[in-house]
């Protein structure tokens, strides 16, 4: 099994984020260049890629109108924010297993000199 440390896992996640902020910047100079626009939706995008719903939707016309006002860059902010979100709930819990093993050990510890005793 491959160990990694949590800031490599942090640091390959920002990889990520930091390739679809550039991602997202392209495509919005794509799009004014093309369309003369610089705003551009989630469902901009999805229709782009040719999701049919996106382009005509039947069901979720509730979804679809957020979507629809929700910018792109929307997208990575939220990226960003779940990637710090994931990272610290992880260092808790590998505090918590820490402090476990810890307890383990002196509880190990204390049974020894009650033993010697």
């Known amino acids: 099994m491959l160990k990694t440390s949590k800031i490599e896992l942090l640091l390959d996640n920002m990889k990520i984020v930091l390739f679809s902020i550039i991602a997202t910047v392209g495509f919005y100079i794509y799009s004014y260049l ?9 469902i901009d995008v999805l ?13 979720w016309i509730g979804v679809h109108k957020i979507l629809d006002m929700a910018p792109i860059y929307s997208l990575i902010i939220i990226g960003i924010i779940l990637t710090i979100i994931f990272w ?4 808790d819990v590998e505090n918590e297993m820490v402090e476990e093993e810890r307890k383990k050990k002196l509880s190990k510890k204390v049974k020894e000199i009650k033993g010697v005793e």
Do not use: H
Not at 50 to 56: F, I, L
Not at 88 to 91: A, C, L, S, T
């Open 88 to 91: 610290f709930e992880d260092i």
């Open 34 to 42: 093309r369309y003369g626009e610089l705003e551009v939706s989630i």
């Open 47 to 59: 229709s782009w890629f040719g999701n049919e719903w996106a382009s005509d939707p039947n069901d």
